[in-house]
């Protein structure tokens, strides 16, 4: 494992409701120096990044139906129809959470089939988001991966990180990616569809862990403070 490699692995977002463009600027540059994986950006800022990145190996990952995955079918193909022709080469979709609790696999499959199918029209990649505070169930989280094997979809993903669940105080909280669920979703998927996981990963060795268990991909606003660990470490 070197420093280039930890890189290559990060989706770094810039998907806080207040980030601006600024944000972006700054996070965009932050990218470039460290090479890499993606930006994971909004919708909106799909088309600046892409012109601030232009150039560079650094590519754009476009979040839709986010956080929580409420849109219709149609709002979605929309949605990821707009980010890819703005120049997203990788598509973050956020699965209906409450078809998955009610177990509409119907509903999901078809979701699923049509935004894959238009990301395989222009080579871009699809990561099915699961967001694992909300779907607890490791079954739902099984038939998740069996959905997203049977479209061929190129990642599952764990969260979004904006998952927050009450807790008994009245305050809100999530978990984000856990070994647990990065380990049954690799255990579930078909090989050729990768893990990403992603929600409160902030340190190298969380990352390393993680990868030990068979993600590939890694979705954090740490990654200034992830680099700084490898380098450190590795050189």
Not at 26 to 40: E, F, M, P, Q, R
Not at 212 to 220: E, H, I, K, P, S
Request: charged share 20%.
């Amino acid at each position: 494992m070197t420093t280039s490699d930890i890189a290559r692995m990060i989706d770094h977002a810039v998907l806080h409701p207040a980030s601006t463009d600024a944000d972006l600027r700054k996070n965009c540059a932050l990218a470039k120096l460290h090479g890499v994986a993606t930006v994971c950006v909004k919708p909106y800022h799909t088309a600046l990044a892409a012109t601030l990145l232009k150039g560079t190996e650094v590519k754009v990952c476009a979040v839709i139906g986010f956080p929580h995955g409420n849109s219709s079918h149609g709002i979605k193909l929309t949605e990821a129809s707009i980010v890819i022709d703005e120049g997203a080469a990788e598509v973050d979709m956020v699965a209906n959470i409450g078809k998955v609790i009610q177990e509409d696999w119907e509903y999901l499959d078809e979701e699923i089939g049509i935004i894959q199918t238009l990301c395989s029209i222009h080579k871009v990649l699809l990561k099915v988001i699961f967001e694992t505070d909300f779907v607890t169930s490791d079954a739902h989280k099984i038939k998740l991966c069996e959905l997203c094997n049977k479209n061929q979809v190129a990642f599952v993903k764990t969260s979004t990180g904006f998952g927050f669940v009450p807790v008994d105080d009245g305050h809100y909280m999530y978990h984000g990616a856990t070994e647990h669920d990065v380990r049954l979703l690799r255990e579930h998927c078909l090989p050729q569809v990768q893990v990403k996981a992603s929600g409160g990963i902030r340190t190298l060795d969380q990352l390393l862990r993680f990868h030990d268990l068979g993600a590939t991909r890694f979705g954090t606003s740490s990654t200034e403070a992830i680099m700084t660990e490898a380098r450190m470490r590795f050189g």
